[in-house]
């Protein structure tokens, strides 16, 4: 389906000749060219803006991908349930599209309002794409509409497939919708089409097709479903918690279940996504690249590795509390002790940093910019490693709650269960050596090529473990039914957890993208000459993405308040006249 | 409602844990301020002082001086190009367009490797490979006026009649990456410390002449393993005085003007690292 | 059995380094 996308997004482009006389240039501004309304900090203001317009859209681009999914296994198997769930999950969504496009307004406003001579030079160069993004919202809007409002008409036979087909071209609007504004703001970070005065002729596809923007398509699309599950699931523990019967927890824990799983399955290749993009920044440009990972912005990325800590910890204490709806699962909780362990340990390498920015006494005392001992795990091949096994016992963690109450009745299975255990000891041995011998005992070149098969092995992993597994359970005996609703409600506070870091993280990410530019408007050929062109400290970054997650999160109370409100009903006594 | 205030009270904690590490657990860098820009007003410029602003970008921010410079060895000088040229462009090796002086010399910026002059290209490469970059990429990213400038310098530098007309509508810039005072308070005059060995590599370019980190430089000794055969001492030697002791088969080419470009912090730490380097 | 996969798989992984280190032009033992 991205493919079609992809295509739909290229044809006009690619087609189309440069138009005639073409000619967008870039001006030379001063501090005063900015305007200053209201005593308002434009940077801040465009900044809320767009990150909060991005935490919408990505959600409104995710919920209709796993809709699709849901919908889809329900048609398969014919379990109502999938369905009810799906249009469960589009109902509480509806309103955060209106969201969406309110704060898309905010923040082009915000842009035109504050820099109307950056925006003349990009309206100038993506003119044409600009149009058709504008005109598509009238395709977004009337799938979205018949997809949802019909949901409980076109249902049974040919009616269904026409839905899914609204649904499968809802996702392909939406996708069109992010390729095409990525090409806006990863043009301003690694310009294409222009010469190096940033003068544009007229190759449109030049600009839309720069060096970042299909790292950055990538990442998006997957993160955006993790994300969008992960917020899903939140609303998921809220209803479970303040949810009156056994029915109803049984449902919401059921859903949460469901919502974590797909945030889950998205961030496991999330890191990768993120690695690519990475690679890709250096590719475009080696200064660029160090400013991210070995200049000003690189205890940033401590910031994030405590973030993906968190998000790994909930995740997988999710899974262990989720483990205790069934009975079957106390044969497994003495494993927990050692994935738990495993993935501890796997954060505190991830978070620690190589080089230390030391004051001359602490240079002195330590004996050199390095830890000796823990300095050593702050370099990539570590930190590779240290996330390839998370992912991968967090794989281990699901395994296991999927076995938790089944009683596998195939003749094999001493042979079945020896086999996945070979597979996991005979992967980890090889991420294991895999950094260290490259890490530790090669150059640079191999340090880098060494991560690809290490995440390859990973993949790997996980796909064969799961096919194994698969046909070791066919026809597995239920051992101890699970019974949705029985979890402790910590587990619920794991799902918030989740949601919490995921939405700060996404906000901490969007600020180094941003944030990586410094003072270029468009990198290397539109200068930023604002006052606020210098890069602030990151506990100023971090402030203002937490007052950003926090609006965001009372918008999103809002959205799913207003979605159980169509249902409420009151009868005023005497109210009304009588006939 | 109890629910969700517990809720919305445990969401409030975790944001504000992220931001409490994120300003007290980290340690608060303050990045270098934006480089200034000095806004040259082309149209009312005379040659003469034209071709003072190219010698200015060749010794600032076109970095040419870090090879193009009299301890010889890596890089040809460019005083001679009213003789050699023509010759140039007559040679059989010559793989580009130009055909003239001024053409070959933005030709020579832009795509070094059009032609390499004898005994300066890359190594293993039989000097069909230049190690100089094109000087409108990323790190350097000369204008097209600002080219112009350089050529107007070298031509009179080398002796010739300037030919090129001055960019009239072109408003041009030439940044000059300054030390720019960061106001903390009393301190006075001092930029930002570089964060990491790696960052200093990658500013000063050491990778323009060294194989070291990610850099693929041709010109001096590589560095990759450097620390199998130095120790500390005998680096922080090499950094300030780079010709005390020079390498087997290399000559005396690295300016010694790195210990003046680094507060003594920074040195130990490009030290500690280059010492790492096993 | 578990001898048996921990040899089969050891055998696959070691085919997967090799191939792709070698895609990247890169040998499976380090050359100085």
Known sequence: MMLVVFLLAVLPFSVAEAAEGVQVTVPELSSSDYPVIAGVNSRVAVWLAAQLHLWFAAFVLAVPIFVFIIESIGVWTRDQRYDEMAFEFIKVSITAYSLTAILGGLLAFSLFIFYPQLMTYLTGVFSESMFYYALLFFAESVTLYVYYYGWHWLQGGDKKWIHLTLGLLLNAVGTLLMLLANAWLTFMMSPNGVDTAGTFTGDTWGAIHNFLWNPINLHRVVANVAFGGSVVGAYAAFKFLSASGEDERAHYDWMGYNANFIAITALLPLPFAGYYLTAEIYEYSQQMGITLMGGVFAWLFIIQAVLIGTLFIAANYYLWCGMGRSEGAHRYYPYIKYIAFVIVASFLVWFTPHTLVLTNEELKALGGPYHKYLGSLGIMPAKNTAVNLMILFTAVSFLIYRRSNKLPTVSWVQTGNALQIALFVAGIANILILGIYYGYFTNTVYKVAASIPQVLTTLVVIVISTVIDSFLYKGAEEVAPLRWGRVPDRSQYALFLLAVAFTWLMGLMGYIRSGIRQHWHVTDVFRDNSVDAFTPTLGYAANVVSIGVVIFMAMVVFVFWISQVSSKKSYPEGYWKTA | ?278 | MFAVGLVVFSLVFLALDYFVMGAQGLSLVFEH
């Not at chain 2, 039989?126 to 600002?146: C, F, K, Y």
């Not at chain 2, 990610?214 to 393993?225: K, M, Q, S, T």
């Not at chain 2, 922080?236 to 087997?248: K, V």
Request: aromatic content about 6%; overall charge negative; some cysteine.
């Open chain 2, 1 to 278: 409602m109890t629910q969700f205030l517990k809720i919305a009270g445990f969401s409030l904690l975790v944001i504000s844990l992220f931001a409490t590490y994120s300003n007290l657990g980290i340690p608060q860098i303050k990045p270098a301020p934006p480089p200034s820009q000095e806004s040259v007003d082309l149209s009312s410029m005379d040659m003469d002082s034209f071709i003072s602003l190219g010698e200015k970008i060749y010794n600032t921010k076109g970095t040419c001086t870090l090879c193009h410079n009299e301890l010889g060895g890596r890089a040809p000088m460019l005083d001679n190009l009213g003789e050699v040229v023509s010759a140039r462009l007559e040679d059989a090796g010559y793989k580009g367009s130009a055909a003239n002086v001024v053409d070959y010399i933005v030709e020579s910026m832009n795509e070094p490797s059009a032609y390499v002059v004898k005994g300066f290209g890359k190594v293993g490469t039989n000097d069909q490979e230049s190690p100089m970059p094109d000087v409108r990429s990323g790190s350097i990213g000369l204008s097209e006026a600002e080219t112009l400038a350089i050529v107007a310098f070298l031509q009179d530098s080398s002796g010739l009649d300037v030919s090129i007309e001055i960019p009239s509508n072109v408003e041009e810039v030439a940044e000059v990456p300054e030390e720019v005072p960061v106001s903390t308070g009393g301190q006075g005059g001092q930029r930002a410390k570089y964060a990491s060995a790696e960052e200093i590599v990658a500013t000063l370019g050491c990778g323009a002449c060294h194989k070291i980190a990610e850099f693929e430089g041709a010109i001096g000794p590589d560095l990759r393993l450097i620390g199998q055969s130095r120790d500390a001492e005998h680096l922080r030697q090499s950094i300030l005085d780079p010709n005390a002791d020079i390498t087997e088969g290399f000559v005396a080419m690295m300016p010694p003007i790195y210990g003046d470009q680094l507060f003594a912090s920074e040195l130990e730490m490009l030290v500690e690292y280059m010492a790492s380097l096993k």
